[in-house]
């Protein structure tokens, strides 16, 4: 394993570290918790298609109502997840860092559970559908907010990249899964099962990530703050695969103590106000914190979910008649997003760095957005007529988007914010990055119906907007990410202009701290100084 991976990632970490860290343990530990984000895909890929179905038209009012109606019944049924998620994602920081990362993950698959099986059994019931898709949706943002976290804090660092997206490759395998799911339920089952399965299907995920969340390790990062130093280094040799007294071992436990001090000497309190002040007052945390919702807000502003949540209806506009041909094409776009994902995280994640994918798929997104929307503009597809030459071309811009966006905003933007916060704040930066990447789900899930039915013939102006949003985004990018490809998590305080003044040579590895002699407390203060390099 160590060998293939030095010949795919070319990562200079990777030259001087032992090749036992890179075994099966860290790898079932990652796809473990990403099980998360296979719920998260299931639940937007699977709501898309069992709209569109008959017998839940039906079950639901839905059948045979204008345009603008069946927009907004459909906008609120999808939209109420995203709701869930927001609330979840928000409520997540403080019970992964009271309890753990673990036991918040155990508890998000429980309500996704739960919100699922009241998905299924609402049976025509409004209410039921919405209660239960909130409360499916607080357990996926909460997992959303603590898998990217939990995978960062055990991921060793030249290949901390691969495995923090494997996230993103859960989410649009989930997807994958859905559009497949609702193609063979159309085709093979009748009546109100039609729907029921894919829905109560949505549960599978979930039931995963219990299991898989029951068989793993804390992470190692999170017992050390919690001063558990000896859990916490038993946790990282097994996470390592190494022994205690392994140099590498040595070295990696010691930065994690010298950040842990330094940060509580730089603000001695732990509580939500004052993780708050640290977060907001010191420029390079609060850098960070801006960097990590503007890159969240651009992610849902590329237009990938408007594809994901409504995908059916937007084939339909570019000409592809019939639900069972508009299924099959999502299922199809679905591989795409799948295959190009998983392309992305064994050969490029750690290798082309974050930037640089950032900045080359914005404007490939952008490209592909605007020729649909050109195309949906200047020839418009006509009822009862064939696809034009030019309608499979915005066809293939479809599969293009979905491809560059797994090469760069789908993944990139969970390893980003994972990985840039200072380890006292990880949890909160972490946690307001995916509250906004809801919010803004929620927006996009919101508003894309009323946009496909107002926004000229056949919704082009919404493929426009998307175009502009993606080049803009290329923009933010250049001016304002600094690389951080190959960086352990506890260099980005110096990456991001803040560190502390503090000599290595006076930790004490017997109380866990770090000990200053008179004369570097004459020179540096009594407590520790901040440098801003910002």
Same mark, same amino acid.
């Given at each position: 394993?160590?060998?293939?991976?030095?010949?795919?990632?070319?990562?200079?970490?990777?030259?001087?570290?032992?090749?036992?860290? &890179?075994?099966? %343990?860290?790898?079932?530990?990652?796809?473990?918790?990403?099980?998360?984000?296979?719920? *998260?895909?299931?639940?937007?890929? !699977?709501?898309?298609?069992?709209?569109?179905?008959?017998?839940?038209?039906?079950?639901?009012?839905?059948?045979?109502?204008?345009?603008?109606?069946?927009?907004? @019944?459909?906008?609120?049924?999808?939209?109420?997840?995203?709701?869930?998620?927001?609330?979840?994602? =928000?409520?997540?920081?403080?019970?992964?860092?009271?309890?753990?990362?673990?036991?918040? @993950?155990?508890?998000?698959?429980?309500?996704?559970? $739960?919100?699922?099986?009241?998905?299924?059994?609402?049976s025509g019931k409004l209410a039921?559908?919405?209660?239960?898709?909130?409360?499916?949706?607080?357990?996926?943002?909460?997992?959303?907010?603590?898998?990217?976290?939990? $995978?960062? #804090?055990?991921?060793? %660092?030249? /290949?901390?990249?691969?495995?923090?997206?494997?996230?993103?490759?859960?989410?649009?395998?989930?997807?994958? =899964?859905?559009?497949? /799911?609702? &193609?063979?339920?159309?085709?093979?089952?009748?009546?109100?099962?039609?729907? $029921? $399965?894919?829905?109560?299907?949505?549960?599978?995920?979930? +039931?995963?990530?219990?299991?898989?969340?029951?068989?793993?390790?804390?992470?190692?990062?999170?017992?050390?703050?919690?001063?558990?130093?000896?859990?916490?280094?038993?946790?990282?040799?097994?996470?390592?695969?190494?022994?205690?007294?392994?140099?590498?071992?040595?070295?990696?436990?010691?930065?994690?103590?010298?950040?842990?001090?330094?940060?509580?000497?730089? !603000?001695?309190?732990?509580?939500?106000?004052?993780?708050?002040?640290?977060?907001?007052?010191?420029?390079?945390?609060?850098?960070?914190?801006?960097?990590?919702?503007?890159?969240?807000?651009?992610?849902?502003?590329?237009?990938?979910?408007?594809?994901?949540?409504?995908?059916?209806?937007?084939?339909?506009?570019?000409?592809?008649?019939?639900?069972?041909?508009?299924?099959?094409?999502?299922? +199809?776009?679905?591989?795409?997003?799948?295959?190009?994902?998983?392309?992305?995280?064994?050969?490029?994640?750690?290798?082309?760095?974050?930037?640089?994918?950032?900045?080359?798929?914005?404007?490939?997104?952008?490209?592909?957005?605007l020729y649909i929307g050109l195309?949906? %503009?200047?020839?418009?597809?006509?009822?009862?007529?064939?696809?034009?030459?030019?309608?499979?071309?915005?066809?293939?811009?479809?599969?293009? *988007?979905?491809?560059?966006?797994?090469?760069?905003?789908?993944?990139?933007?969970?390893?980003?914010?994972?990985?840039?916060?200072?380890?006292?704040? %990880?949890?909160?930066? +972490?946690?307001?990055?995916?509250?906004?990447?809801?919010?803004?789900?929620?927006?996009?899930?919101?508003?894309?119906?009323?946009?496909?039915?107002?926004?000229?013939?056949?919704?082009?102006?919404?493929? !426009?907007?998307?175009?502009?949003?993606? *080049?803009?985004m290329g923009v933010f990018v250049? *001016?304002? /990410?600094?690389?951080?490809?190959?960086?352990?998590?506890?260099?980005?305080?110096?990456?991001?202009?803040?560190?502390?003044?503090?000599?290595?040579?006076?930790?004490?590895?017997?109380?866990?701290?770090?000990?200053?002699?008179?004369?570097?407390?004459? #020179?540096?203060?009594?407590?520790?100084?901040?440098?801003?390099? +910002?």
């Amino acid at each position: 394993m160590s060998f293939l991976l030095k010949k795919i990632v070319h990562n200079e970490a990777m030259k001087s570290d032992p090749k036992e860290i &890179y075994g099966w %343990r860290v790898y079932l530990l990652a796809c473990s918790a990403c099980c998360g984000g296979m719920l *998260f895909g299931m639940d937007s890929g !699977i709501i898309g298609g069992v709209l569109t179905m008959d017998p839940f038209q039906k079950k639901y009012g839905l059948y045979n109502k204008p345009a603008d109606d069946t927009a907004n @019944l459909n906008a609120n049924i999808v939209s109420t997840l995203q709701a869930g998620c927001f609330a979840g994602a =928000l409520a997540a920081s403080p019970v992964s860092d009271r309890w753990g990362r673990r036991p918040a @993950l155990l508890i998000s698959a429980a309500l996704a559970i $739960v919100g699922t099986v009241m998905q299924a059994a609402a049976s025509g019931k409004l209410a039921v559908m919405y209660i239960g898709r909130f409360i499916t949706g607080v357990g996926v943002g909460a997992a959303s907010m603590v898998n990217p976290l939990y $995978v960062s #804090e055990n991921a060793p %660092r030249a /290949i901390r990249g691969g495995l923090t997206g494997l996230y993103q490759f859960f989410i649009v395998s989930g997807i994958m =899964l859905a559009f497949w /799911i609702n &193609y063979g339920s159309l085709l093979h089952i009748r009546g109100t099962a039609m729907y $029921v $399965v894919p829905l109560a299907l949505q549960a599978l995920p979930a +039931v995963l990530l219990f299991i898989g969340m029951y068989l793993c390790n804390e992470s190692p990062r999170w017992l050390a703050k919690q001063d558990r130093w000896e859990e916490s280094k038993a946790t990282l040799c097994k996470v390592r695969a190494l022994p205690e007294n392994h140099p590498y071992i040595e070295e990696e436990f010691r930065d994690i103590k010298i950040q842990l001090d330094n940060e509580r000497e730089l !603000i001695g309190g732990s509580g939500i106000w004052d993780l708050q002040r640290e977060m907001w007052t010191i420029p390079g945390n609060r850098k960070r914190a801006i960097i990590t919702i503007i890159l969240m807000i651009c992610q849902q502003m590329t237009g990938t979910n408007a594809i994901n949540y409504y995908a059916p209806q937007i084939f339909q506009n570019l000409g592809v008649v019939g639900n069972a041909t508009n299924l099959f094409a999502t299922g +199809v776009y679905g591989i795409v997003k799948t295959v190009a994902c998983g392309v992305f995280l064994v050969f490029v994640a750690d290798s082309l760095g974050r930037r640089r994918s950032l900045l080359w798929t914005s404007v490939a997104q952008a490209l592909a957005m605007l020729y649909i929307g050109l195309y949906v %503009r200047i020839a418009p597809p006509e009822e009862g007529k064939p696809v034009p030459a030019a309608g499979y071309v915005a066809l293939v811009c479809i599969f293009l *988007f979905a491809a560059a966006f797994q090469f760069g905003w789908g993944p990139v933007c969970w390893i980003y914010v994972s990985e840039i916060p200072t380890a006292r704040l %990880r949890s909160l930066n +972490v946690a307001f990055g995916a509250a906004t990447q809801w919010l803004f789900n929620f927006v996009v899930a919101r508003a894309v119906p009323s946009m496909l039915v107002t926004m000229g013939s056949n919704g082009y102006g919404t493929y !426009i907007f998307f175009a502009v949003f993606c *080049f803009s985004m290329g923009v933010f990018v250049w *001016f304002f /990410i600094p690389e951080t490809k190959g960086l352990s998590l506890e260099k980005m305080d110096e990456l991001f202009g803040v560190s502390t003044v503090v000599s290595p040579k006076a930790y004490d590895p017997e109380r866990g701290s770090i000990q200053k002699s008179d004369q570097e407390k004459n #020179e540096t203060g009594a407590t520790s100084t901040t440098i801003e390099r +910002v």
